[in-house]
């Protein structure tokens, strides 16, 4: 998984579905920078609890997101974790690879709102 200074977040996916409308891609990232921590919580929760479940449907709920958001390194770690989870195989990778991506999180969400702030400032 990417470490801070590899995490790369292309929003033209975004600003293709916005049109450049600025003021909605702002909304789209208050939108995701809202929900995902929640979701990425309830994933921790899941992993640790051996949930296999719970790790495929979540590991799937935020994989589309980090498209959205252009951080494909993530959407690709979140598909090989929901994979692994739909067939119950691998959990010590699972939890390997999942503790990396909770700082990968970190820094997704720390980036997107300097992206944020940028968006803001070109009005």
Do not use: C
Request: hydrophobic share 40%.
């Amino acid at each position: 998984m990417s470490t801070e200074n590899e995490i790369i977040i292309d929003l033209t996916y975004l600003r293709d579905v916005a049109s450049d409308n600025t003021e909605f891609m702002i909304e789209m990232i208050d939108i995701f920078l809202a929900q995902t921590p929640g979701y990425v919580e309830q994933l921790t929760t899941a992993v640790d609890q051996k949930d296999w479940s719970k790790m495929a449907e979540l590991s799937h709920k935020i994989k589309p997101t980090m498209s959205f958001m252009g951080v494909e390194s993530a959407k690709n770690t979140l598909g090989e974790i929901e994979t692994k989870s739909r067939n119950q195989e691998d959990y010590e990778g699972i939890v390997a690879e999942f503790d990396k991506m909770k700082e990968t999180f970190k820094m997704i969400f720390i980036k997107l709102e300097e992206k944020k702030i940028e968006l803001i400032a070109l009005g």
